[in-house]
C-alpha cells in the first residue's frame, strides 16, 4: 500500500517568508511525527500528534513553528517568517494505532528539503 | 551531552568484514531501543527493534545492555549493500512516542 507522503519534495524560499509543509500519513496510522534533520546533523524531534491532538510539542524550536492536523489524517508544519537556520530536511513519519506509544515502527516519509535563502 | 551518542565514523570496511556499531544512551528510563538505516538522502527505515535478550536477523545481530546503557550493532559478512548510515533509536515510552535519534554511523563497504 501507499507510504507516507509528503509534498513539497523541494522548498526553497527567502528569509521572512512563511512555508507550510504537508505530511499525509499511512492510512489509518493514528500516530503520527514530525522531526527535522539539519545537515551533518542527526534527527531532531519536533511534535507528534495522537489523533488531532498534540500531546508533545516539546521540540517546536520556536513559536514560529507551528503544526496541525486535521481528521486524524493530514498534518501540516508551518514555519513563519523563516531563517537561513531554518533550512533543513523535514520528516514526517506515522506509526499504526493499538501499540504502545513509541514501541511501534514508525515509517517514514521521503522528506521536504527546506532551503532559506 | 547528547541523549543518544554514537561513533560517526565513517567506517570503511572491505567485502566480507565483520563490522560492530556501539550507541550508549543517558536515559535510564528508556524502555525501547531500535536500529535504523538511512541511505544517502533518503528517509530512515527500521533494520530491526532491539530486545533485553538480544536478537538477530540474518547477517545482523542486535544486543542490548541496560546495566551499561548500551546498544550494539553487529553486521557479519557485509556486501555493498550494507553501505550507509546506521542510526541507534531509543524511546522512553513515559515522554511520549517521540524517537531519541544518535548521530548516526557511517559505513562504506569496499570491493
Not at chain 1, 93 to 101: H, I, K, L, Q
Not at chain 2, 6 to 20: I, K, L, S
Not at chain 2, 44 to 55: C, E, F, Q, R
Request: with cysteine; glycine share 10%; aromatic share 10%.
Amino acid at each position: 500500500g501507499a507510504g507516507v507522503s509528503q509534498s513539497p519534495s523541494n522548498k526553497v524560499t527567502e528569509k521572512g517568508k512563511d512555508v507550510e509543509l504537508r505530511c499525509d500519513p499511512i492510512s489509518g496510522h493514528t500516530a503520527l511525527y514530525w522531526y527535522r534533520q539539519s545537515l551533518g546533523q542527526g534527527l531532531e524531534f519536533l511534535i507528534y500528534f495522537q489523533g488531532n491532538s498534540a500531546p508533545d510539542k516539546s521540540g517546536l524550536p520556536s513559536d514560529r513553528f507551528s503544526a496541525e492536523r486535521t481528521g486524524g489524517s493530514v498534518s501540516t508544519l508551518t514555519i513563519q517568517r523563516t531563517q537561513q537556520e531554518d533550512s533543513a530536511v523535514y520528516l514526517c513519519a506515522s506509526s499504526p494505532p493499538g501499540g504502545r506509544m513509541g514501541t511501534d515502527t514508525q515509517y517514514f516519509g521521503p522528506g521536504t528539503r527546506l532551503t532559506v535563502l | 551531552r547528547k541523549e543518544v551518542e554514537q561513533d560517526p565514523g565513517p567506517f570503511n570496511v572491505p567485502e566480507g568484514a565483520t563490522v560492530a556499531f556501539n550507541c550508549t544512551y543517558s536515559n535510564s528510563a528508556s524502555q525501547s531501543f531500535f536500529w535504523y538505516r538511512q541511505d544517502c538522502r533518503k528517509e530512515p527505515k527500521l533494520l530491526m527493534s532491539v530486545y533485553s535478550s538480544g536478537n538477530e536477523d540474518g547477517r545482523f545481530t542486535a544486543q542490548l545492555n541496560r546495566a551499561s546503557q548500551y546498544i550494539s550493532l553487529l553486521i557479519r559478512d557485509s556486501k555493498l549493500s550494507d553501505s550507509a548510515t546506521y542510526l541507534c533509536v531509543v524511546n522512553n515510552p513515559n515522554q511520549g512516542g517521540k524517537l531519541i535519534f544518535g548521530q548516526g554511523t557511517e559505513l562504506s563497504v569496499k570491493p
